[in-house]
Each structure stands twice: as structure tokens, then as C-alpha cells.
């Protein structure tokens, strides 16, 4: 059983900056890819970054420079560095893996960007 555990939301003013980590319950090379995802209230669930196991990236429009997907194989977790976040980026994010064809997903962590 695959289990994503993530953490590092909270509330953060615009313009700051927050790492969320996602810490998975097995070698994080054996997942096609993980990712992180995040749903505001009322809308659909994005896609902000991607990871393969071959470290390729890729993210959604919206992050235009300001996130980091990154990986640390030793620790078994991804994170997603965030910066120059705006009331925009208030959501719940949640981490997202494949692995044999089966999508886990992790409980989500709020993300809030108020002053």
C-alpha cells in the first residue's frame, strides 16, 4: 500500500515564500512520476508540477518561474518550493503519484496567501 504524507502548508503573506514535502512510504524511483496538484474551493484540481523518475519537470502555466519540484531519493520525499505567492495560490495541495498504472494521492495541505 502507497502512502503520501504531505506537509509545510500554512499561511503565508503575498509575496512569500513556503516548501511543502511529500513523503512517500516507498522508493520514489518506482513511480512514473509525482506530482503535486492543488484545489481551491469551487474549482477543479490543477496540476502545478510534475516529476518523472528521470527527473524530467513540468508545470502548470500559472507557476511561471515561481515553484521548484525537487526530489531527495535518500529521504523518499518530493517537495515543491514555492516563492512569490499570491492570495491566488490559496488552496489545498496535494502530492500525487503513479505507479503501475494505480494513482495514490496524499491527503492535501492547505496552502493560505493573505496579508
Known amino acids: 500500500q502507497v502512502q503520501l504524507v504531505e506537509s509545510g502548508g500554512g499561511l503565508v503573506q503575498p509575496g512569500g515564500s513556503l516548501r511543502l514535502s511529500c513523503a512517500a512510504s516507498?522508493?520514489?524511483?518506482?513511480?512514473?512520476?509525482m506530482a503535486w496538484y492543488r484545489q481551491a474551493p469551487g474549482k477543479q484540481r490543477d496540476l502545478v508540477a510534475l516529476?518523472?523518475?528521470?527527473?524530467?519537470?513540468n508545470y502548470g502555466d500559472f507557476v511561471k518561474g515561481r515553484f521548484t519540484i525537487s526530489r531527495d531519493s535518500a529521504k523518499n520525499t518530493v517537495y515543491l518550493q514555492m516563492s512569490s505567492l499570491k492570495p491566488e495560490d490559496t488552496a489545498v495541495y496535494y502530492c500525487?503519484?503513479?505507479?503501475?498504472?494505480?494513482?495514490?494521492w496524499g491527503q492535501g495541505t492547505q496552502v493560505t496567501v493573505s496579508a
Open positions: 500525487h503519484a503513479v505507479l503501475r498504472g494505480q494513482n495514490y
Open positions: 516529476i518523472s523518475s528521470g527527473g524530467s519537470t
Open positions: 516507498g522508493s520514489i524511483f518506482s513511480f512514473y512520476y
